[in-house]
Every structure is written in C-alpha cells, then in structure tokens.
C-alpha cells in the first residue's frame, strides 16, 4: 500500500517479479478491494502464486511510530511482518513510512541474539563499477561504540549477499585530516572493529563511499541519513543543470540530440533505482524498504533484495557471524583475530 | 607556502589578485629566498604594494597540531596570523594544514567575546544560483546546544557579507521523517535557535544544501566534514564517468566535441575551484583556508573572500550579532526577538 504512488506501483512490479521469477510466491498485503482491482487491470496474472492478505488499516506517511504502532493493529505493515514472523513469508517489503516500518518490524520479529539495535542500511554505487554498503542511515541517532561493531558485523554479512564478497572489508566513517579525528565513540569502536574478526579496513571519509575504498562503511544513523540525503540532493541537482544546459537553444538542443546515447549510458550507470531497496538488519527475519519515491522498475530491485538475501542465507550469516564474534570474545587464546566469512557457515 | 603545489599557486595568484585590486597591500610570509626567487620569475610585479615576510620553518601536512603550535614558533602559519594580530595584516589566508592553521590562528588572535568555539564556514554552490553557507566543517567534533547557536550567528554574519543576504535564514541540519528525528543536541539546539534573533527556519535535511532552501546550513563538525567530503567524492565520480562515456569510441568522441560548449558551461555553472576559501569564524581577525588543492584560479577566490570579509565589516557584523543576542538574553523583555541584520550595525 506504500510509497508515494501505491498500489500503481508495487501491483505491476509485484507481478512483474513472480512473473521473471517462477521459484516465488507472493502475498500482497493491504486493502484487499483496492488490491484485487489492481489485479483485475493486469494480464497475465500467475494467479496461483498470488496471494492477497486483507488488512483492515494501512499506514501513513504522517503517522508517528506510536500511532502506527499502537493504534494500528490491523495494518498492512503490521500483517506483512507477522507473516514472517509465521513463516508465511520470507521476507517483507514496504515502501511506506520508514520510521513505521521500522517500529513495527522490530516489535513484531524482535531481534538477532548479540544485535542490540537494528539498522538501515543500503548499497551505493561506486567508481569500482560496485556498491558500497552504507549502516546505519537514519534508524538510531545516538550510537554507541558497541552498536557501531554491530552495525559491521551486520554489514559485512549483507555485503556477502549483494556484493558477493567473501571477507567484505569493513571501514568507519570518520574525518579527516582536521582538528580532532573522530569523537569519542568512534575511536572506541575503531578499537572494538580492530579487535573484532572482521576485516576491518580502518577509518574512511566521506569520498571513500564513492571511491569504493571499502566494501562496508559503518557510521552512526545521523550521520549517514544525512550523508545519503545529501547526495541525492546533489546528484538531481547536477542532473537538473545538465538537462537546463542542454535546453538552452537549438544548437544546445540538438547537440543534446547527438549526444543522447552517451548521456543515456552514462543516466544507466548511475540510476540509483537499480539500488533501491534499504535492509532493515539485525532482525529476526528479512525486512526490505523501498525507497518512497520509487516507480516500478525500482520496486522490482526491491524485491531482488529481499529474494537474493533469502537466497543466500543473511539472516544465517549474521547469525553464525555473531556467534563467531561472541566466542572470539569470550576466548581470548584466539585473540579475536578468526576471520569472519563464508568459513564461519 | 602550503597547499598541495605551494608558491607556483600562492605567488601567482597573490600577483593576479595584486594587479587587478590595486587597493591591496599583500604580505608574501615564508622562506624569503624562494617567494623572492619565485616573484623574480613573474613579469609586472606590483613591488610597491608587495610585501616579503620571512619565516624561518614551514608547518608540514604531517605536522601535529602539538609540533605546529609548540615546536614551529617561527613558521609562516604562525608570522601570517601575527600579522594580523599586529594591525600589519587585515586578514590571513593559507592553503596549508588545516588542523595546524586553525590551531595557531586560534592561538594567536583568541576568539571572539561571546564564542566558545571557532568554525570553519564554507559555501556551497545550491539550485538557485545563489550558495549555502555551511558550519562547522571539522572544526569541533563534539558539539552543544550552545555552540551550534554560535555556529548560527558567524554563520548569517558571513552569509550577509557573502550571499549579500540582509537577514539570512538559517536551518537547522537535521534528519527526516526516521524512527528518531534529532539527537538531544540537535532537539536543543533548535530551541535555542528559535529563541534567538536570528532568522531561524528549523530543521533542514541533507538535500537542502542543494535545494537552497535556506542561507545558511549549522551542523556539528563531524557532520559537516563528512557531508563535505561525501558529495565532493560524489561529484568526482560523476565528472569521471561522463568522461569516461565521452571517451568511449569515435562516435562519442564526436558528440563529445559537438556538445562540449554545453559541458563547459555546465562545467562552469558547478566549478567549485569559485566556492574556495573557508572562512575561520569566530576569531578576532579574518583568517582564511583554501583547499589544498586549490590552482592559481582557486586560489584567487580565497583571496577575494578575504578581501569581501574586510571590505563588508565581517569581524564588526559578528561582534554587533553577539551583542545583540547577549543583549536579547539578558532582557527578557524583548523576548528575544529582535530581528539580527543590517540594522544591527
């Protein structure tokens, strides 16, 4: 029911997936009436892997994590994450209210052994022609040392999945050469990371992320909502100059013309749609958030997500990852230093 | 002497600037052999109203800020920001280390009555044309309440002298509709602000550097640094991939040569070699950094921010703000409300 279009959107994508995916079963949680409609407009309805869940109430954009959460016990936010929880669904994707997905998600699948706080974490493009695995982006604004190890290990196991990475590296955003490096908290937890078994890689700056200097970069919710708004912000900012520039006249117009296939490749490898879909980590089932904004192509990558970290097992990688942390920790003969990857499954 | 290519940038540019300001006086401070061999090689050096100041060390990149300030006594950081000091200078301007920089003209000038803590201020190019000013870019990792406010007030002092703003507005940078908005900082912050004279506008996220939304932009340290550094990584990725797309084969080589007056126009309207040139904030004098990196073009805009922070009263502005808001806090009466701008002086 989410997201700024609704159904429109994930109806289409929804079945776009089962469609190009003959091994899934979806069930579409919300409004059964308006969602049957919806169906009853598509062709090609593979029917008999489609299910619709009746909610009673959905979730809005405007409603506090208290009211979603309280008051809205019959929301299709609320059914979509009990049905993970019964082992109904897989995995469960919204492109509504973050803030109230997270809640509700967290209340109803609780979460991992060893994970204190969950976090929101997504894949942005880099020079590498990869993606850099960024944690956490908005969830917990005041982290501690403790929370930014965590948010690691739950980073590291993602980026196995989506990067295909056996030993991700990991870094923590820090600044750079000025005044002082870092608060407090980070430098802790660049000790707790450099003890840990992951394969920490050391502090990182901002221009890593793009760089691509590292698999996964770890930093407090604050910092990397605001980081990821930032750049979003520059980014259609510069796309709006370039489009101003090339419509400026008819030689402005026409040399655009010209230069269209070039423009297009270059739109293609950085359309962030291809990225969409944030994981809710640290839960005690598969959590995927779509970007609000997303139209169906990206909803489809949302989708993608929640299916590949199905497919490769996440949810059992993190777990096996914190046990391997957990036990590092409690024997100090092996001094912390096991590595953490596929040999810890 | 600093900056990544030192006197082949500085002195150049400091001539250009010299030539086509002909009411400066500049103060050439470092090894006065090489500045003197290096003004030896320029043609039309104005001699009558430049100046070589000798300085026997230099601060490195690597330097501490402990070996800056307490081993190098007589470097050119520490004689630029005496001279001001003296009333020999009106303002200092260095591409060097930032840390060590910040570090001795902090030392030498003190701060202003009323500020705690001086920041570093920059302007960043947005979607109306105009630029956003932003603080604190690395200063202070850890900040109060208290501090972000003074943040607010240097910051419209310095967005009036640049952004020829009467009463800029300023926001409050700050993350969206997530589980949390704000850290407890942050949520005071915006109370002190909105209790202030200032033109306060509230919250703004990461995409509003961009939009334009407000004036100036007052974020912690951290925070800012890291935005800094994210979106000129980001900006790096992008120019480099257009590149590459343009370079591809013959036929984009061509359209690349048809559209290339629309690119360097573009190129032009997002060239932040015209942004260079932060601004030390909150010191008893003007004290200027340019980036590194920055060319000889570059570094002609550091040195007109100098001159425009002179030339505008920037230090009377700050000083007049801080009275006035002093003077708002001591007199419940007015209820803090009096509007800060022009007519503040």
Redo the contacts between chains.
């Keep these: 029911m989410g997201g700024d279009a609704g159904l429109p959107v994930t109806v289409p994508a929804a079945l776009e997936f089962a469609r190009t995916r003959p091994d899934t079963h979806l069930v579409l949680v919300g409004l059964s009436d308006a969602i049957n409609a919806c169906l009853d407009a598509q062709r090609d309805v593979p029917r008999e892997r489609i299910e619709v869940l009746h909610a009673a109430e959905v979730v809005t ?1 405007d409603d506090s ?1 208290e009211v979603a959460l309280r008051r809205k016990k019959e929301s299709s936010m609320r059914l979509a994450a009990q049905s993970v929880k019964d082992g109904r669904a897989d995995a469960c994707i919204s492109a509504g ?3 109230a997905w ?2 509700i998600s967290r209340y109803v699948l609780k979460t991992l052994d060893g994970i204190d706080r969950p976090a ?1 974490a997504t894949s942005i493009p ?2 590498t022609g990869g993606a850099t695995t960024m944690l956490d ?6 982290c501690t040392a403790e929370h930014l190890l965590q948010f690691g290990i739950m980073g590291a196991a993602l980026a196995q999945v989506t990067e295909q990475r056996e030993r991700p590296s990991v870094g923590l ?1 820090n ?6 490096k ?3 908290v ?1 430098k802790q937890a660049a000790e707790l990371l450099r003890a840990s078994p992951l394969n920490f890689y050391g502090n990182v ?7 691509g200097t590292v698999d996964v970069i770890v ?1 407090d ?3 990397g ?14 796309g ?3 489009r101003e ?2 419509q ?1 006249n008819a ?2 117009l ?3 013309a ?2 269209k ?3 297009n ?2 739109r293609q ?2 359309d962030n749609r291809r990225y969409n879909g944030a994981a809710l980590l640290g839960l005690r089932g598969v959590v995927i958030k779509s970007h609000g904004s997303a139209d169906a192509y990206a909803f489809g990558f949302a989708l993608q997500r929640a299916h590949e970290a199905v497919a490769s097992g996440l949810l059992a990688r993190t777990t096996a990852s914190i046990a391997q942390m957990t036990a590092a920790r409690n024997d100090p003969a092996t001094d912390g230093a096991g590595p953490i990857g596929e040999s810890s499954l």
Excluded: W
């Excluded at 600044?175 to 002082?180: A, H, S």
């Design positions: 954009m994590v209210n973050t803030g997270m809640a929101i880099n020079q982006l908005g969830a917990n604004v005041d955003l600044i750079g050469e000025e005044v002082i870092g608060n407090d980070v700056e901002g221009d890593d992320i793009f760089k930093c919710g604050f910092v909502n605001v980081v990821l708004k930032s750049v979003e912000g520059l980014a259609k900012m510069l709006s100059m370039i520039e090339f400026r030689y402005t026409l040399s655009g010209i230069a296939p070039v423009l490749k270059f490898r950085v």
